[in-house]
Structure formats: structure tokens, C-alpha cells
């Protein structure tokens, strides 16, 4: 599973979810806790890591290729956390190299809560490449299991650094915990930078408690060595603006990601 990893304290495998089969297809499941809430509604960024998995492990069956998430786009209600939100995939296209899929999120009592659509690429493993964890489709809700949830909010676990708030620039080492097998930094982990961003800028300009309701990455090459900082702007002049966020791998000077992110008042 190219963007999951299995160990246990990796950040994203401790966000709260579990995964089942029902008729053979395979089900996400996230129970919000706190620590994975922005001011009482759930981080998009969280629900790309469903997206992700959700739509990336049926996908992802062939040991000599790594499946690469290459652009998504999340969509949400600036909502209180359901108790529980239910994740279904669709294939909406599937070729050699490439893929795309939609991933429908439901609450706890059935209705819409959330929606996501996702792009793959295929790429071959090299010899030199980090070993590809080896697991079989019907163990994949084993991978979850032993998972310890996170003990202190998202942010602070992922160790995201503030830097200037007014300019959306915040700043995370790329640290074991946060990376994928292939040796990057993990798809919701980049989602998740990104939503730190905008946040902070549109919560420091506007003096208001900002939730990111909706995010498009476009995953543009592999993180190195980082940090990873970011160099956001608004794209106009209120609140409901779009930020653009950069993502820049320090070691190299190279964008790793462009995002496209907006907010809305929490509550």
C-alpha cells in the first residue's frame, strides 16, 4: 500500500480509523476524537487520509509498482464532528498508468457529510527503493488494528511549526512518523501542512476561528530531506478567499505540492 504505512506510530495509521469488508468491498470507518478536530469540526486533511486510503488500497495490488496519489480535491461543511463517518470508493476510471476515483462520505445517520475525488499514477518500483509493504487485500483491516489513537491534537503530533501566521507560513520536519513507504512524506501529511497554512492566515488576518472546508492537491514530486515550509497567498480580499499554498521542500528549494485551499467561520 504505497501511501500507508504500517507501523503503528506512524501519525497518519493514529488518526481513528478502521477499515472492514462488507460483500467484498471495502469500508472506511472514522470515529472523531479530539485530537483530530479544528474547532470542533473534523480536519479536512483527516478526511483526505480517508480519501487516500479508501480509494488508493483497492488500487494498489501490484508488489512491482508504486500507486501514486497524484492530485485531490476534499469537499465539507464547516460541521460539528458526527460521531462516526463511512467511507465508499468508486472507480470512476482505471487504465495502465493512471486512475480516478470518488469517494463518497457519509455520518453516523446516513446523510452526506463529505465528498472526495482522487487521482493515481502507477510508477515502477526501482531496485534501489524503499522495500513496499506486502500485505493482502482481505488483511488490510489487520494494518489498523493495533493502532494506538493520538494522544494530543493533530498539529502538535505532526510537529507543525508557526511561523509567520499572517503570511501562512508554517514549517514541519520530515520525520520517520510522517513519511510513506516509498520514503516521502505522506499524502494527508502534505494535506495536512497546507490546511496549518491557510488556517493560520485567514484566522490571523480576519480575527476569526478559521476551519478549512475544502482542499486541492496537486502532488507535484517527492519531499527529501525538508523541512517542508510554506509560502501561502490569499487570492482576493475577504475572508472566503482562496489561499494558494505552496509546498517547499527546503533541502532542495523545490515545490512539492500546490494547494489550493478555503475556509470558512467555524461553527
Given at each position: 500500500?504505497?501511501?500507508?504505512?504500517?507501523?503503528?506510530?506512524?501519525?497518519?495509521?493514529?488518526?481513528?480509523?478502521?477499515?472492514?469488508?462488507?460483500?467484498?468491498?471495502?469500508?472506511?470507518?472514522?470515529?472523531?476524537?479530539?485530537?483530530?478536530?479544528?474547532?470542533?469540526?473534523?480536519?479536512?486533511?483527516?478526511?483526505?487520509?480517508?480519501?487516500?486510503?479508501?480509494?488508493?488500497?483497492?488500487?494498489?495490488?501490484?508488489?512491482?509498482?508504486?500507486?501514486?496519489?497524484?492530485?485531490?480535491?476534499?469537499?465539507?461543511?464547516?460541521?460539528?464532528?458526527?460521531?462516526?463517518?463511512?467511507?465508499?470508493?468508486?472507480?470512476?476510471?482505471?487504465?495502465?498508468?493512471?486512475?480516478?476515483?470518488?469517494?463518497?462520505?457519509?455520518?453516523?445517520?446516513?446523510?452526506?457529510?463529505?465528498?472526495?475525488?482522487?487521482?493515481?499514477?502507477?510508477?515502477?518500483?526501482?531496485?534501489?527503493?524503499p522495500p513496499k509493504p506486502n500485505v493482502a487485500f482481505g488483511e488490510v483491516p489487520?494494518?489498523?488494528?493495533?493502532?494506538?489513537?493520538?494522544?494530543?491534537?493533530?498539529?502538535?503530533?505532526?510537529?507543525?511549526?508557526?511561523?509567520?501566521?499572517?503570511?501562512?507560513?508554517?514549517?514541519?520536519?520530515?520525520?520517520?512518523?510522517?513519511?510513506?513507504?516509498?520514503?516521502?512524506?505522506?499524502?494527508?501529511?502534505?494535506?495536512?501542512?497546507?490546511?496549518?497554512?491557510?488556517?493560520?492566515?485567514?484566522?490571523?488576518?480576519?480575527?476569526?476561528?478559521?476551519?478549512?472546508?475544502?482542499?486541492?492537491?496537486?502532488?507535484?514530486?517527492?519531499?527529501?530531506a525538508g523541512p517542508v515550509r510554506t509560502r501561502s497567498r490569499l487570492l482576493g480580499?475577504?475572508?472566503?478567499?482562496?489561499?494558494?499554498?505552496d509546498v517547499v521542500d527546503t533541502s532542495t528549494g523545490e515545490v512539492t505540492a500546490?494547494?489550493?485551499?478555503?475556509?470558512?467561520?467555524?461553527?
Amino acid at each position: 500500500m504505497t501511501d500507508l504505512s504500517t507501523a503503528t506510530d506512524s501519525v497518519p495509521s493514529r488518526l481513528g480509523v478502521s477499515t472492514r469488508f462488507e460483500e467484498g468491498e471495502l469500508v472506511l470507518e472514522l470515529r472523531p476524537r479530539p485530537e483530530v478536530l479544528c474547532h470542533g469540526s473534523v480536519r479536512a486533511s483527516v478526511l483526505s487520509f480517508v480519501v487516500d486510503v479508501a480509494a488508493g488500497i483497492p488500487l494498489d495490488r501490484d508488489p512491482g509498482f508504486w500507486t501514486l496519489t497524484t492530485d485531490m480535491s476534499v469537499r465539507m461543511g464547516a460541521v460539528p464532528a458526527p460521531g462516526y463517518v463511512e467511507a465508499r470508493n468508486q472507480v470512476l476510471r482505471k487504465g495502465t498508468r493512471s486512475a480516478t476515483c470518488l469517494v463518497e462520505l457519509t455520518e453516523d445517520r446516513g446523510r452526506p457529510f463529505a465528498t472526495g475525488a482522487i487521482g493515481f499514477s502507477k510508477v515502477p518500483r526501482r531496485a534501489d527503493d524503499p522495500p513496499k509493504p506486502n500485505v493482502a487485500f482481505g488483511e488490510v483491516p489487520l494494518m489498523f488494528r493495533d493502532a494506538v489513537p493520538l494522544d494530543r491534537p493533530l498539529r502538535e503530533e505532526a510537529g507543525i511549526e508557526v511561523v509567520h501566521a499572517v503570511d501562512g507560513v508554517v514549517q514541519v520536519e520530515v520525520t520517520p512518523e510522517l513519511r510513506n513507504p516509498a520514503g516521502t512524506l505522506q499524502g494527508a501529511m502534505v494535506a495536512l501542512v497546507a490546511e496549518a497554512a491557510a488556517e493560520e492566515l485567514v484566522s490571523a488576518r480576519f480575527g476569526m476561528p478559521a476551519v478549512v472546508t475544502s482542499l486541492d492537491l496537486r502532488y507535484l514530486r517527492r519531499t527529501q530531506a525538508g523541512p517542508v515550509r510554506t509560502r501561502s497567498r490569499l487570492l482576493g480580499s475577504g475572508w472566503d478567499a482562496a489561499v494558494q499554498v505552496d509546498v517547499v521542500d527546503t533541502s532542495t528549494g523545490e515545490v512539492t505540492a500546490l494547494v489550493l485551499a478555503g475556509a470558512s467561520k467555524a461553527g
